[in-house]
């Protein structure tokens, strides 16, 4: 069993930064792929970012790429995801996922956290 729980979401107006957190807690994560995603209101989940924990290679959805880096801290058992420049259309509550695959499909990922609120003002 893996345990996720996100933290840092909040208001932020349009062009500003904020970064998320998961805490990883559980079986340590070495073996596995970790991924963002993110659901609006009314629309369906939708890939972020992915990363490898062990090898840090990394994938984004076209939208965020140049604006948004994902992160991990092996040492803290931590995952990040900086996002700067963000734009109304990024509104969504956000989601930190575990598996054994790196993808931005979220049917590869078994482990999910609650996620965390990310609201941004034009």
């Known amino acids: 069993q893996v345990q996720l729980v996100e933290s840092g979401g909040g208001l932020v107006q349009a062009g500003g930064s904020l970064r998320l957190s998961c805490a990883v807690s559980?079986?340590?994560?070495?073996?596995?792929?970790m991924g963002w995603f993110r659901q609006a209101p009314g629309k369906e989940r939708t890939s972020v970012a992915a990363?490898?924990?062990?090898?840090?290679?990394?994938l984004y959805r076209d939208s965020v790429k140049g604006r948004f880096t994902i992160s991990r801290d092996n040492t803290k058992n931590m995952l990040y995801l900086q996002m700067n420049s963000l734009e109304p259309e990024d509104t969504a509550v956000y989601y930190c996922?575990?598996?054994?695959?790196?993808?931005?499909?979220?049917?590869?990922?078994?482990?999910w956290g609650r996620g965390t609120q990310v609201t941004v003002s034009s």
């Open positions: 990363i490898m924990w062990s090898a840090a290679s990394t």
């Open positions: 996922a575990a598996g054994r695959r790196v993808s931005l499909r979220g049917t590869d990922y078994t482990y």
């Open positions: 559980g079986r340590t994560p070495s073996g596995y792929a």
